[in-house]
Every structure is written in C-alpha cells, then in structure tokens.
T-cell receptor
Framework: GAVVSQHPSRVICKSGTSVKIECRSLDFQATTMFWYRQFPKQSLMLMATSNEGSKATYEQGVEKDKFLINHASLTLSTLTVTSAHPEDSSFYIC?????????????FGDGTRLSIL | QKEVEQNSGPLSVPEGAIASLNCTYSDRVSQSFFWYRQYSGKSPELIMSIYSNGDKEDGRFTAQLNKASQYVSLLIRDSQPSDSATYLCAVKRNGQAGTALIFGKGTTLSVSS
C-alpha cells in the first residue's frame, strides 16, 4: 500500500532554532500533501495544504512566515519551523494523496515530535 | 458548531463486546468519511472509508453512514485489548485530491481483558 515517510521522528532543540521536517511519498506521486499539528489530547489540526510547484495554502491563524512549506517535487514536501519557541512544541504529521486518485484516503507519515527547550 | 463532533469518551467495553463509536458532521455537502485509529504517540492509521449511505464491513469493523442525519459510526465486533486506542472520525468535503480532511477530537476506547 501507499507509504509516506516522515523524517525526523523526534527533534529536541533550543529555542530560536529552525527545524526542517521532511515528508516523502515512497511509492506514489503526490501533487498534494497536508501538514497537521496535534497537541496532547487534541485532534489533528490542519496547518497547510502543500501543492507541488505552487505556494502552500495556510489555514487561518497559521503564520506562513514561521512555518515555511516547500513542495518542490511530486514526492517531497518540507516544513520548516523557523525560530522555534516552546509553544511550537507539538506532534507534526504530514499526509499525502496519490496523484489523480482524488477520493482515496490520505496516508499519514509517522509524525515528528518536536520539543523546544 | 464544530465541523466534526465525537464523544471524547473514554468508552470502556469488556473483551469480546461490541464497541460503538459515533460521529456527526455539520457540512451537509461532505462526501467522504473515514475512521482512523491512533495509538498514543503514533500517527493515525486508516481503518475504514465510506462514501455511500449504508453499511460497509471489513473484518471486525463496520462503518455506517447516514447522510440525511449527517451521522457516521464505527462498530467494532469482538473487541480486543489491542483495539484500545483513540478513534478519529474524518470528513472530506469533496472527492478532489487537494481537499484536506477535517478531524473530530477522537473517542478513546478502552477494552478490558
């Protein structure tokens, strides 16, 4: 089945550091990838929709200058948390949909647990 | 009104019982519905997808959809302790690949042995 790889799985870093998270679709092409954030005991909240070759669409309240998204190829999207602060500590999860198979379920990466000290 | 609502639980059932998880959604034009299972500290795992009114069965799992009532449910038969997890209901407005899922807060299921 469809596999989405997310890296790294865990990051611990100091406040002010920028952190890059990669999301790869391993056996399919994904024109669209999604980035979610999940705080403890909360649901997944959509942060942005990443479209290959174009600018990402951010949800209301998500700072596009702080959460930089690049989707340069059909198999890779990256999320960079710039100048991270403790309140950015969360579980970040990406998902991808197989190109052209619009109604297929999204498949999720394993997530990245980000801890900012 | 939240877009996708679930009872947060916890829902506790004994091993071997049927667990019934419910979800309502507010956007009447929603077309696609999914149930994901999430273990603590892990990412969601797809359990079932359903697109048409009625029941859809897959092993011990049955998804039920009633678009008129804007209601979707998941039944787990012969519940096992390994089914203990948070179950997330997700809704998609249309069939386009570029449309994101909207998640409920999830229902925590605890199956006791």
């Amino acid at each position: 089945g469809a596999v989405v790889s997310q890296h790294p799985s865990r990051v611990i870093c100091k406040s002010g550091t920028s952190v890059k998270i990669e999301c790869r679709s391993l056996d399919f092409q994904a024109t669209t990838m999604f980035w979610y954030r999940q705080f403890p005991k909360q649901s997944l909240m959509l942060m942005a929709t990443s479209n290959e070759g174009s600018k990402a669409t951010y949800e209301q309240g998500v700072e596009k200058d702080k959460f930089l998204i690049n989707h340069a190829s059909l198999t890779l999207s990256t999320l960079t948390v710039t100048s991270a602060h403790p309140e950015d500590s969360s579980f970040y999860i990406c998902s991808a949909v197989d190109r052209g198979r619009g109604n297929q379920p999204q498949h999720f990466g394993d997530g990245t647990r980000l801890s900012i000290l | 009104q939240k877009e996708v609502e679930q009872n947060s639980g916890p829902l506790s059932v004994p091993e071997g019982a049927i667990a019934s998880l419910n979800c309502t959604y507010s956007d009447r034009v929603s077309q696609s519905f999914f149930w994901y299972r999430q273990y603590s500290g892990k990412s969601p795992e797809l359990i079932m997808s359903i697109y048409s009114n009625g029941d859809k069965e897959d092993g011990r799992f049955t998804a039920q959809l009633n678009k008129a009532s804007q209601y979707v449910s998941l039944l787990i038969r012969d519940s096992q302790p390994s089914d203990s997890a948070t179950y997330l209901c997700a809704v998609k407005r249309n069939g386009q690949a570029g449309t994101a899922l909207i998640f409920g807060k999830g229902t925590t299921l605890s199956v006791s042995s």
